[in-house]
């Protein structure tokens, strides 16, 4: 990968000369680099009857988001670092009457269009990236621990349900996303989505 191109270039591969320029805005990070881009939105946060009794464990975990809520102001400010190729997502919530929620994450390429996207705990979402019809896609394509450097594979579907996203462009500068997880015998347990705008981007040269 160069320095010179966006992590995501790769990762969509023959795509991403297709992407629409609010995506090329939104993940136009560079790996190895001081990039950020900055986007500001609202967003609506959903949690089944079953995820809210498991609120407390992704708070203690900062996995997602534990909040129920609508219309919440976010800023998402997408970072690069310096001595790697991750994307990282730095998400600031804030909900009425409570002090910001920040839910932090990175996504690392692991080849072809697929990156795995690390909580805070070490547990990851494998995803692949795809963009068609106007939309970038993320599907489902495992869970996985980190443990001493190595990337374990966990067949967990059968608890924690698959997650699926996608994200449509409004215009140059405006985009909308959604992201839940979904299980096979409860439905969905989770939820998010909303509007975003590029706000600043900081591209460090």
Known sequence: M???DPIFRNIFGAGWNQLPAVFRQHYANRPFSHDEVVVEGVMAVQL??????FAPLLRMSGALVPIAGR???VTVTFRSEPGSAAFVL???FRFPDRKP????????PVGGHEVIEWMAIGFGWRAAFSYDEGQVRLDHRGYALRCF??????????????GEA????IDDTCFAMEMTIRHRLFGMLYGYSGTFRIGEMRLDG
Not at 48 to 53: D, F, N, P, T
Not at 166 to 169: D, H, L, M, T
């Open 2 to 4: 160069s320095g010179h």
């Open 48 to 53: 089944s009857r079953l995820a809210r009794l």
């Open 71 to 73: 219309d919440v102001p």
């Open 90 to 92: 730095d998400r600031e």
């Open 101 to 108: 929620y920040h839910f932090r994450s990175a996504m690392v």
């Open 149 to 162: 450097g190595r990337v374990i594979p966990m067949p967990v579907e059968w608890l924690f349900g698959r």
């Open 166 to 169: 996608w994200e449509r462009a």
